[in-house]
T-cell receptor, first 112, second 111 residues
Framework: ETGVTQSPTHLIKTRGQQVTLRCSSQ?????VSWYQQALGQGPQFIFQ???????GRGNFPPRFSGLQFPNYSSELNVNALELDDSALYLC???????????FGPGTRLTVL | SQQGEEDPQALSIQEGENATMNCSYK?????LQWYRQNSGRGLVHLIL?????REKHSGRLRVTLDTSKKSSSLLITASRAADTASYFC???????????FGPGTRLSVLP
């Protein structure tokens, strides 16, 4: 167990809807990174938050947005859901952006 | 952009045998990490090796790094059925802020 938790575990949405995924980081960690993992592929970096500021972003459109709170927990928001957004969404916390990342169990999002 | 690329894509071995997976990347890195993932669950961190290190061990795991060839290998000795999982390498850019994962090696250990 890494101490990183994510909610919900599973989620089903329809195309065009909006979704919010949540992540609680491991105690003492100030950095949270979000990844999208399609079936059979490796995780793809969405963005990272360090001390409540976005600290890097992958090749994802602006409808993917996030927040990090003072307690270092984080949210991933996705607007105007598309079928291709169906994936496992993983968050990882770390102490600094170059340190080992500890992953949560993920949220499985299905878009119908 | 840089990317870790694991090889082979899939590997099937008998319990007790050794499993070797390789990872190649394109640009200079600070660190390279290996992760394991069971059945679409969260990733479990195995080993971090820094660019100035050549070899690290953790239990039955041995990781090597050759920065001149931009490659790393993960060796699992005396494999067990519980080692059945997908294994990913992740590299961080020397001047970047995120880790880049490869597509993974799917390891099956048969009893």
């Amino acid at each position: 167990e890494t101490g990183v938790t994510q909610s919900p575990t599973h989620l089903i949405k329809t195309r065009g809807q909006q979704v919010t995924l949540r992540c609680s980081s491991q105690s003492g960690h100030n950095t949270v990174s979000w990844y999208q993992q399609a079936l059979g592929q490796g995780p793809q970096f969405i963005f990272q938050y360090y001390r409540e500021e976005e600290n890097g972003r992958g090749n994802f459109p602006p409808r993917f947005s996030g927040l990090q709170f003072p307690n270092y927990s984080s949210e991933l928001n996705v607007n105007a859901l598309e079928l291709d957004d169906s994936a496992l969404y993983l968050c990882a916390s770390s102490l600094g952006w170059t340190d080992t990342q500890y992953f949560g169990p993920g949220t499985r999002l299905t878009v119908l | 952009s840089q990317q870790g690329e694991e090889d082979p894509q899939a590997l099937s071995i008998q319990e007790g045998e050794n499993a070797t997976m390789n990872c190649s990347y394109k640009t200079s890195i600070n660190n390279l990490q290996w992760y394991r993932q069971n059945s679409g669950r969260g990733l479990v961190h195995l080993i971090l090796i820094r660019s100035n290190e050549r070899e690290k061990h953790s239990g039955r795991l041995r990781v090597t790094l050759d920065t001149s060839k931009k490659s790393s290998s993960l060796l699992i000795t005396a494999s067990r059925a519980a080692d059945t999982a997908s294994y990913f390498c992740a590299t961080d850019a020397e001047y970047g802020q995120n880790f880049v994962f490869g597509p993974g090696t799917r390891l099956s250990v048969l009893p």
